[in-house]
């Protein structure tokens, strides 16, 4: 049988972070990869949307690989 794990995604100013947890509440994955705030102008501050994206898929990558593979996941998004 295998065993169901969580994906909590947490996407904030700086980074994404992404963190895999079991059912009991065991953290047994986590990714975070940064990105940049740009400022063009004085008093601006401006992010790339495609940066949150690759930023997103490299931390769930970096999470999902420090699991066992057998493992189910199941995603919940709130």
């Known amino acids: 049988m ?42 601006w501050a401006e992010q790339d949307p495609s940066e949150w994206w690759s930023g997103l898929v490299s931390s769930i990558r970096k999470a999902m690989n420090q699991i066992n593979e057998s493992n189910q996941v199941k995603i919940y998004l709130f």
């Open 2 to 43: 295998k065993k169901e794990l969580v994906i909590g995604i947490d996407a904030g100013t700086e980074s994404v972070r992404v963190v895999i947890y079991d059912l009991y509440g065991n953290q047994v994955g986590i990714g975070v990869t940064g990105y940049q705030t740009y400022h063009p102008h004085p008093g």
